[in-house]
């Protein structure tokens, strides 16, 4: 068996065929028939009225935070499992993170998010809730849909509502998860999505900022190219960003739209041979999805007894097989010591017990059946 990679792209489309018309026509830059059809295509797909496309994730998330109106000196609660980005972000916006703990899908907990609003939190008569303890105002909450599996929309909306706090959904991992019925990145007052190479579908690099409404829209496009305000002249009439997606990258995005639904339900059938494969192992639990959630299952989980976790990896990469712990949780890392994190909990369990395993689309079902044969033949010894 060749070695088995944790997720590299699929492309297999109409990807050659759009990006060789860029080629052609030479529109290879930040405009071009292809960005628009890459921001139609995602905000009928996900059912917001609007769409900007980016440069990445990353960006996206710090434009999104901006123009949702977080300042600097603000909170913005953030879980503590989560890659790195979007806790950048806010720090980008000179805001503080304050991290929260997740509940057993991974995603950021509600209740937890409740708990620490009612303990902290005091609504002010400006309407804006501030934190009691350190006198800052808790302008945003970003959820991350932790590996496609959607947060708990209706207990952080039910948050975000009670103590006037925005929703700002990194949809990064999740593009095709549905909470209930309705797409992630589609609940907060933005929400964003990633196209680097790891993603379910991937422009290379690239990401997207969605919402419902158009104001917001409108000036998230004018941020991410630069703050252009006249066609002709140089003029600017702010501090703009050059966070623009090319023509190129839209291209290829346009032919990974189109078979974001094979790729959706390709991983979903996966997870479930996974799931069927691991079913007897007492040790080690494939983690799955809530009654209200139906994910693009973009990584699979593992969970397992955590003295196990590091010697269940080293063995499967010895046998080709590409594993990743979860991530380090970032309020351990050295530059968020320092911030506020209420009750972490279920993410150090997480961190100390969950890893993830081969999850590509093209994963073919010889090398699942390997994968999990590998993982039961370590725990039989
Ligand atoms: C949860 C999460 N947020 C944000 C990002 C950032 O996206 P990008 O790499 O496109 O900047 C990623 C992945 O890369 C991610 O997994």
């Known amino acids: 068996m060749s070695k088995i990679p944790l997720s590299v792209p699929h492309v297999k489309g109409n990807e050659w065929k759009y990006i060789k018309d860029c080629l052609d026509t030479g529109w290879v830059s930040s405009v071009g028939s292809y960005v628009d059809r890459f921001e139609n295509a995602l ?3 996900v059912g917001t009225g609007f769409a900007v496309a980016a440069v990445n994730g990353t960006a996206s998330l710090h434009v999104a935070l901006i123009v949702s109106g977080v300042a600097p000196g603000d909170e913005v609660i953030v879980p503590a499992l989560t890659f790195i980005a979007p806790v950048n972000a806010v720090k980008y916006c000179n805001a503080e993170p304050v991290f929260m703990d997740s509940d057993d899908t991974l995603c950021i907990d509600p209740k937890k998010a409740a708990e620490f609003l009612s303990e902290f939190g005091e609504v002010k008569d400006d309407g804006f809730t501030y934190n009691k303890k350190t006198g800052r105002r808790i302008k945003a909450l970003v959820p991350v849909h932790v590996f496609g ?3 708990d ?3 952080l909306l039910d948050v975000s509502r009670k103590y006037n706090i925005d929703v700002i959904e990194d949809a990064t991992e999740s593009l095709g998860s549905t909470y209930k019925g309705r797409q992630t990145g589609s609940f907060g ?6 196209f680097n190479g790891n993603k379910i579908i991937t422009t290379g690099g690239g990401g997207m900022i969605v919402t419902g409404d158009e104001k917001l829209a409108k000036r998230v496009r004018h941020l991410t190219t630069q703050a252009k305000s006249d066609p002709f002249e140089y003029d600017h009439d ?3 960003y050059n966070y623009r997606l090319t023509n190129i990258q839209a291209a290829m995005g346009v032919a990974q739209m189109e078979v974001l639904d094979e790729f959706v339900s390709i991983k979903r059938k996966n997870a479930a041979l996974y799931s069927r494969l691991l079913s007897g192992l007492d040790e080690a639990e494939f983690l799955g999805e809530k009654e209200w959630a139906k994910g693009n299952r973009w990584f699979y989980t593992l969970k397992v007894p955590a003295g196990h976790k590091a010697p269940l990896m080293q063995r499967l990469i010895r046998e080709g097989i590409e594993v990743r712990p979860v991530w ?7 530059m968020y010591q320092d911030c506020l994190a209420y009750r972490i909990e279920k993410a150090v369990e997480a961190y100390e017990t969950c890893i993830n395993i081969p999850a590509s689309v093209s994963l073919k079902e010889e090398e699942i059946v390997y994968v999990a044969g590998k993982i039961k033949e370590y725990f039989k010894g």
């Open 43 to 45: 905000k009928d797909y």
């Open 149 to 151: 599996h959607p947060s």
């Open 153 to 155: 929309m209706d207990g």
């Open 189 to 194: 007052k933005l929400g964003c999505f990633s």
């Open 238 to 240: 702010e501090i703009g």
């Open 328 to 334: 380090k949780l970032i309020h351990t890392l050295r």
